[in-house]
């Protein structure tokens, strides 16, 4: 499928149709974005109408269930181009008889980019055009370098919040489902000092953060801005032991509205923790905004 790249003399970014996915992000020369190598094979993946997995990959609605993947749908399917600059582009996705076999709802699904100096703005909205409240969660998946410039160690990056962050700590059972128990943060004085060992268990997940900002630095190397609005949760990924050493690896931050069902959640898809109602003619909007500091 055609890609588009943006560009302007501080930023460089291509988008594909397939998922509305960011493939590529350079920012003052620095080449930001994971390379989509086969231990991970994406790059920012957009995870719609699910976020995380639901109790036997299945969505209930009016007593009846519907097969659904891990993350939805939507990263592995073709946007339309309704917009193609220089700087900006916008995409769209809409239901369909293929959407409607696992979601059976109506929605215009709209993603578009922007280049803004040294960064790269992301706006989202979900349009409900249909006749019912549409049930939905939506979530962010950008997989960043870590280490984020050649040559730096990795366990020199940390991730700093603009706000305290005493929340717990959630984890993901072995089906991926959300476990009850709450574990103290690993975010101390703002800061979460990255290691491999963080994510033996998988993902952490912060469902009750206060911060809609955080940078993505290390030790004498660059650092990411990351902002967002309308994503009240966040998780942090990545595989640990990522091949040989001297492979490239990468870190995902990842702003969610919703997260994977909790432990022994049977119920419908619209009073599922974490998800959202759009009512009939009603649009939601998120924001997410990646730029580099000097």
Sequence with gaps: MDKHRLRNDQAEATIAPLGAELQGLHLRGLDL??????????????????????????????????????????????????????????????????????????????????????????????????????????????????????????????????????GPLRRLDTQGLLRQEAHSTPIHDRVLDLREDLFQDDALLFLETQSRALRFEAEGGPTLRLQWEGFPHLGVWTKPHLGPEGTSAFLCIEPWQGYADPEGFNGEFAEKPGSFLVEPGGTKAWSFLVGIEP
């Design 33 to 166: 974005l994971w390379e989509a190598g086969p231990l991970w094979p994406r790059h920012a993946p957009l995870l719609f109408p699910v976020v995380g997995a639901l109790a036997g990959d299945q969505l209930r609605h009016q007593g009846r269930s519907y097969p659904m993947p891990k993350h939805g749908f939507a990263r592995d399917l073709a946007f339309t181009w309704t917009r193609r600059d220089e700087t900006a582009c916008s995409l769209e996705l809409w239901d369909d008889a293929t959407t409607r076999a696992s979601y059976p709802f109506a929605f215009q699904l709209s993603v578009s980019y922007a280049l803004e100096g040294a960064a790269l703005r992301m706006d989202l909205a979900l349009h409900n055009p249909g006749p019912e409240p549409l049930p939905a969660s939506l979530g962010l998946h950008p997989a960043f370098r870590w280490p984020l410039a050649p040559g730096l160690p990795r366990g020199t990056h940390r991730l700093v919040f603009d706000q305290a962050e005493p």
